[in-house]
């Protein structure tokens, strides 16, 4: 399944929307992005309400964007996670790291 990515600015946020899966294949689009978003803001938050499937490439991506922003003093929120993703983050012990809403 592809993956579908659309951003929305508020203010100096940033909400990346996930529509599809988050793996292996579809993890580069997502890294390309917030390549270049990543300088533009402090703030950003991930919507995975239509959001199927996250893999471990996946929570590599969101890893590495929580502790670039964490370095320039910003923050990050992951929000409307659904159970199997929630249960994924909190086996890794990576719900205790990201703020979840």
Do not use: H, W
Request: hydrophobic share 40%; proline share 3%; charged share 25%.
């Amino acid at each position: 399944m592809a993956l579908n990515l659309t951003t929305k600015k508020e203010d100096a946020c940033i909400t990346v929307s996930l529509d599809g899966e988050l793996n292996t294949m579809t993890a580069p689009e997502l890294k390309e992005l917030l390549d270049e978003i990543l300088p533009q803001t402090n703030t950003l938050r991930f919507d995975f309400a239509l959001c199927d499937f996250v893999s471990s490439a996946g929570l590599r991506i969101l890893l590495n964007t929580y502790k670039s922003l964490k370095a320039k003093k910003g923050s990050m929120e992951i929000l409307n996670v659904g159970p199997t993703f929630s249960e994924v983050l909190n086996i890794t012990g990576l719900d205790s790291v990201f703020e979840i809403k």
